[in-house]
Structure formats: C-alpha cells, structure tokens
C-alpha cells in the first residue's frame, strides 16, 4: 500500500478534497507515521477512521465529538437588546474566567471608541493562574494590524472584516487549569460599546506536554541607526521580535513599520537562533521576503501571509506585514531568538512594533525583559496619525475647493497643519494652502506661507516647490516645472537634460529660465509594471502650463525629438487616464504633490499599461515678450 508522511497527512487534513490523489492521502497512517502524529500532534489520531472518503476538515463533521462548547460573551443578561459593555477611560473590562481543561477556539469582538482606539485597547489572558500573561497586545495589533487603524485582514488564524471592524481570532488556545481574559482601557475617553464572544471547549484532559499559547507586543521608536559598513553577521543591534526560553513552537508574527526618513524600510534580514546555537540556524535575505512578498510589499492577503496596510515610503508612511507559519512552524526545545534588521545591516531608524505569536510549555515570563507594552501616548506616533487623517482632510479640501470656496479648503489646510506640524502631510497641505490664498488675493500671506515652508523643510519635495516657486517670483522669465511619473522619467528642456526621477510618490522641482521665444518641453517615460502616467506642471510669470491631451507623443520619436525645430506632426495626441487627485493614482497616495495642479492630466500613449513600456512626450510652449 501506497503511504505518505506525516507532512502529506496533515496537509489532507488541511486541505480536504474528494479527488483521487486526497483519496490517496486519507488512508490510514503507517506505524511510523502514527508514532509521529503521536508525539507532534496526538488530536489528528482521531481523525483517521477505517474508510477513504473523510478527506479534509469537512469530512469530520461526520463523527462525534467528545468534548462540550461554551461561550463568554457581552450578551445581554435582563434578555433585551443591550448586548455591549462600556468600559472607561482606565478602566478593566473581565472578558471571561474559564474552568479547565479546555480550549479556546474563537476570539470576536467589535468596539466604538475614539480615534486610534484599537492602540488604546489592551487584550491580556492569562492561563492556570500564571502571574504574567501569556497575551498581552493592543487590539488591533493582536488581530495583525498596527497603527490603531481598521483594516480588513484574511488570513487563516485571523480574520478581520466589516471595514476591518470585525475581528476573529481562530488560534487554539488550551488551558488545564483556568483561563483569564481582560481587556483595558488606555484611552481618554469611555469605550462606548465593545462586544465580544470568547467560545470554547471543555474536555476531559489534555496531554501533559500540551503547549500554551502567546502573542505579546513589543515596539522600538526608534529603531537606533547604526553604521555597520552593510556587514551584520551577529545580528546584535537587529529588532528582536521574539526571544524566550522553554519548549515550544513558532508560529508567526505581525510587523507594523512609520517611515521616519523617505525610502525603502524592508532590506533587513531576518534571524533565527534555536537552542541557545550562538550561530542561527534560519538566515533570511530580506523583510519583504520574510513575509512572502517581493521588490518591495503592497497590499494584498492571505492564509499565511500578507499586507493588511501599505501607505507609502515617504516620511511618515506606514504599513504592517503579517506571516503565520501554519504550514512550516519552527519548533525549538529549550529557547528561541527571532530578530530582523532594520534596513540593511541596521542603517535605517524607523519605528518598529510586532506581536510575536507561539506555542511553549509553561505561561509567559519576562525573563529577558524583551516584551512590555508603552505609555498610551507613545503608541500612535503623529506621523502615523497624519498620515492617516489625511485622506479625510483631502476629501473636506477637495469638497470645498469644487464648490468654489477656496477660504474654506485653505481653513481646512490649516487647521490639519496645526495639528502636525512637522508632518511631511503639512508640508504638503502648506503648499496647497499657499496657492489657494495666492488664488484668493491674498498674496501676502501665500509669500509667507512659501518661506516657511522653504526655510522649515528646505529638503522636501514641498520645500524644493516653494523654492522655486519664490524664486520663480523674482522675474518674469524665471519658471518652475514639476514633475512626477509612474515609473520613471528623463526630463529634457530644448534638447538639455534638467533632471529625472524613478519614484512615482516623490515629485521633482526644477528652477529654470525661459526667454522670449520657443521652447520644447521633452520626456522620455518608462513603465516598469503595472499603471503607467506621467503629469507635469510648468509656470512661468503669467504662463501656466499642465500636461493634458495636447501634449504629443510618440513611441519610435526619431533623432532630434529634444530639439525646438523637430517636426512632431505625425505625433499622436497624448491620452489623459485622470486627472489631479480624482485619477486612479490618488489611491497610490499621491494627494500632496504640491506643484501640480488638480487640473493636471495623468497622461500616455493610450489607455494600456504595458510593463517595459517606453514612450516620449513632447510639449512646444511659446513665451512672449
């Protein structure tokens, strides 16, 4: 008789399916086989009847069960409809108190709360009576997304719907003795409602060796930058997700990253020491590749692995990354140590929080001091919060300035840059802000606002704008191009070169002369993958031009299509895909490029996206004395 291992048994368990290779898979195991079930994971022996046809979960329903379901829950005990509790600021909340032996299977709760509240929420358990607890994590956080925002998740142990407002938890959770569920209030304001199941097993006993399970939180902020010459071989200075001592499995984690400089977080690697082995065993070849992903992260989700939340790579963008090792758990006897670098060889000092999820022999103790929960207000940093308020204030702006009422969309712009000041979000509304009121007359107070934020942020992409848009002020035939593309670009004024860029997200200001006369505006664009687009805004005294359909372009351009005297007849019309903040790029958070006009085109070739695809636009101005 054909046999499979372990591995391919527990896969069919997973997986289910009525064809004839899981056919194959459901027979009864060998001896060896069962010696390992046996010693790994003694529930699934059960599951193997005499037959071929139980493939999967689904094909167990079948059988009896010797275990009972109970369930703690925020019903309402006088029978009416009040089903959720408050909790106030400060306050302690008593889930559920548990008699063992059993195990917890299902975690569901949905709370309304003030802002970022799923960072304020704290979500502890504690088994057989232990001192410490063995879950200790934001709300959020624990159901694997930072930040203390609501993002849908879809992974096999957590799920996460309802506009990220419904959380489940599905890890197992066995306890012999009690079980002890809490969650606290660390915000300043009453939790209005928070509902909550906690359904679970009661069984006769359970194995001696039976693992508890944990998920605790930990953040750096920030992680220390540290020159390293890009050689790290000991790991020492990484960011520690993981470290403890005992028997045990596991099992997977959630990383949420704010940008504290621009560019790209994920080059660090990842660690793994087991058994106390002064050389780790796993070594990793970078963050996105820890978490599955490559060249870079974007949202997506998974079973066991994904992206619940990508903002960005500027200065305060976040995002959070979860892997599960449900298919691959990494077992470890007597101690394990999980770290990552934080960029490559540690030359990066972004914020770093995680919630390590495993397995172990005993509940939790803080031996090494690794795991501690912060201050409340150390939680949600302004950078994070700007970044994610600012959609909204966008959406208000955008209101207002359709409707014509540029005083109030520059109140709007205000206000948020009071709120966070040194937010590369302000940075942006300040520019905005500055043209809305030069619109309005008042160009004294759009000169002011222009000099702030070219003395205050001289490097940014909204500091380089009011640069040049202030030195563009000091003479008339003194202009300012913008420009950004998805991909890249090559900028070229009457056949000279003024500069490129390979960044969607970061626009690019040029300060430049255009004397009476004509003059050609050339750009060589490429699309690596993907959408593709490319705007573009020029002022100069009174002219002002923005890419749109009479823009030409051409994909064979022939040799002199840089110069003013190139005949470019028999160039096609460019086509717009959107335009300003309503085009599809907005979504790609590029809201903010403070020298582009909303009336701007996103403009190319056509309306496919091609990967590889290189075009060329041309665009002939003529500047009057």
């Known amino acids: 008789m054909f046999r499979i291992g372990f591995t391919g048994i527990l896969t069919a368990l997973l997986l289910g399916g009525c064809s004839s290779s899981m056919r194959v898979a459901t027979q009864l195991p060998s001896k060896e086989d069962k010696k390992v079930i046996e010693m790994e994971m003694p529930s699934l022996l059960p599951h193997f009847g005499e037959t071929d046809w139980r493939g999967g979960i689904l094909g167990q329903l079948s059988r009896p069960l010797g275990t009972d379901s109970y369930r703690a829950s925020s019903w ?65 956080d624990f159901f694997a997304v930072g930040h203390g925002i609501d993002r849908p998740v879809n992974s096999l142990p957590i799920r996460v719907t309802s506009d990220g407002r419904a959380r489940n938890c599905f890890w197992p959770m066995p306890f012999h003795k009690s079980a002890r569920f809490e969650i606290e209030n660390q915000g300043a304001e009453t939790v209005r409602s928070f509902y909550y199941y906690i359904d679970y097993k ?150 770093f929080s995680s919630v390590a999820y495993w397995y172990q022999d005993r509940p939790f103790t803080n031996k090494n001091k690794v795991f501690f929960v912060p201050p409340v207000e150390e939680r949600v940093s302004n950078q994070a919060k700007a970044t994610l308020e600012l959609p909204q204030a966008v959406a208000r702006i955008l209101a207002e300035r359709k409707a014509g009422r540029l005083d109030k969309a520059a109140q709007i712009a205000d206000a948020f840059i009071q709120k966070f000041p040194d937010s590369v979000s302000s940075q942006q509304m300040a520019i905005l802000t500055a043209y809305d009121k030069q619109a309005l007359g008042k160009d004294s107070e759009a000169v002011e606002l222009f000099t702030q934020v070219a003395d205050t942020w001289p490097d940014s992409d909204a500091g380089q704008v009011a640069k040049a848009e202030l030195w563009r ?86 040799e002199l299509w840089k110069n003013t005297e190139y005949d470019d007849s028999g160039w096609q019309n460019a086509t717009v895909h959107g335009q300003g903040f309503d085009s599809e790029y907005y979504s790609q958070r590029t809201f903010g490029l403070p020298g582009i006009p909303e009336q701007a085109g996103w403009i190319w070739a056509d309306e496919n996206s091609r990967d590889g695809d290189v075009v060329y636009f041309r665009k002939v101005l003529e500047v009057v004395e």
């Not at 994920?266 to 490559?294: Q, V």
């Open 76 to 140: 309402d005990r006088s029978g009416g409809n009040a089903d959720a509790r408050p909790i106030p600021s400060g306050g302690k909340l008593t889930l559920a108190e548990l008699e063992g032996p059993g195990v917890v299977t299902h975690i569901w709760c949905t709370v309304a709360a003030e802002e970022y509240y799923s960072r304020k929420l704290i979500l502890r358990a504690w088994w057989d009576g232990a001192e410490e607890p063995s879950i200790e994590a934001p709300l959020g």
């Open 202 to 351: 009661r069984v006769p006993s359970l194995p001696n060796d039976e693992l508890y399970f944990h998920a605790r939180y930990r953040q750096e902020w920030p992680c220390p930058k540290i020159d390293l010459q890009g050689i790290n071989l000991d790991g020492a200075q990484n960011y520690v997700i993981l470290e403890t001592e005992g028997r045990g499995t596991y099992v997977g984690c959630n990383l949420s990253i704010t940008n504290n400089a621009p560019g790209w977080w994920g080059e660090g690697d990842d660690f793994f020491w087991i058994d106390g082995k002064t050389e780790p065993r796993l070594n990793g070849t970078g963050s996105e590749d820890y978490f599955c992903d490559a060249w870079g992260m974007r949202e997506i989700d998974g079973l066991f692995y994904g992206c619940p939340l990508f903002s960005g790579l500027k200065l305060g963008d976040v995002c959070t990354v979860y892997r599960f090792h449900i298919a691959d758990p990494i077992p470890f006897k007597k101690s394990l140590k999980f770290s990552i670098e934080h960029g490559h060889a540690n030359d990066r000092s972004d914020n």
């Open 473 to 558: 002020r000091a003479g008339e035939r003194r202009a300012m191009i913008s420009i950004t593309c998805d991909n890249a670009y090559t900028l070229y004024l009457d056949g000279v070169e003024l500069g490129s860029g390979n960044d969607l997200r970061t626009l690019r200001t040029y300060q430049t002369l255009l004397m009476p006369g004509k003059h050609v505006l050339a750009v060589e664009a490429k699309n690596r993958r993907g959408t593709c687009g490319l705007v573009a805004a020029i002022r100069s005294g009174d002219l002002s031009l923005e890419s749109d359909s009479t823009w030409k372009v051409s994909r064979e351009p022939g």
